[in-house]
């Protein structure tokens, strides 16, 4: 599980964000939540989302398809916009068949929202960031 490296939105420093951490990552210099995006596979999901103490956003994709490249960027602007309440965690479905079982995938993207190990929320599709935005906001109760 190597860390990605991701710019603070704030101050542009690079950082390195763990696949796993206890709280949220912050920028190094300015403290500003940055965005927590991973990747995930059959052997490494459990301990990236299903013990995560942050809700996660599960994207369930595949290389070939064309939404799923077009709804990628979309997610990552609203792990940024949420950035110190949500985990992206991206899963591809050709590399983890068993994840594809167990979340019964029959369309790509498909869409998980989990909360202490259990989906709270799914949706198949892509859709635009301000739409995908409101999804999360709305089951995790963010919204008014």
Same mark, same amino acid.
């Given at each position: 599980?190597?860390?990605?490296?991701?710019?603070?939105?704030?101050?542009?420093?690079?950082?390195?964000?763990?696949? /796993?951490?206890?709280?949220?990552?912050?920028?190094?210099?300015?403290?500003?939540?940055?965005?927590?995006?991973?990747?995930?596979?059959?052997?490494?999901?459990?301990?990236? &989302?299903?013990?995560?103490?942050?809700?996660?956003?599960?994207?369930?994709?595949?290389?070939?398809?064309?939404?799923?490249?077009?709804?990628?960027?979309?997610? *990552?602007?609203? &792990?940024?916009?949420?950035?110190? /309440?949500?985990?992206?965690?991206?899963?591809?479905?050709?590399?983890?068949?068993?994840?594809?079982?167990?979340?019964?995938? +029959?369309?790509?993207? /498909?869409?998980?929202?989990?909360?202490?190990?259990?989906?709270?929320?799914? +949706?198949?599709?892509?859709?635009? &960031?301000?739409?995908?935005?409101?999804?999360? *906001? +709305?089951?995790?109760?963010? /919204?008014?």
């Amino acid at each position: 599980m190597e860390p990605r490296i991701i710019a603070c939105p704030a101050c542009g420093r690079r950082n390195r964000v763990p696949a /796993t951490a206890a709280g949220t990552p912050s920028c190094g210099a300015c403290h500003a939540a940055l965005p927590w995006i991973v990747d995930a596979d059959d052997r490494t999901f459990g301990t990236i &989302a299903d013990e995560s103490s942050t809700p996660v956003l599960v994207d369930l994709w595949a290389p070939w398809c064309g939404p799923c490249r077009m709804v990628g960027p979309a997610l *990552e602007r609203v &792990a940024g916009d949420l950035a110190g /309440t949500v985990k992206l965690v991206k899963v591809n479905v050709d590399t983890a068949p068993a994840l594809s079982r167990r979340f019964q995938v +029959q369309a790509v993207p /498909t869409l998980l929202l989990i909360r202490d190990g259990q989906v709270i929320a799914r +949706q198949s599709g892509a859709a635009p &960031a301000a739409a995908l935005r409101r999804w999360v *906001e +709305q089951h995790l109760g963010l /919204t008014v």
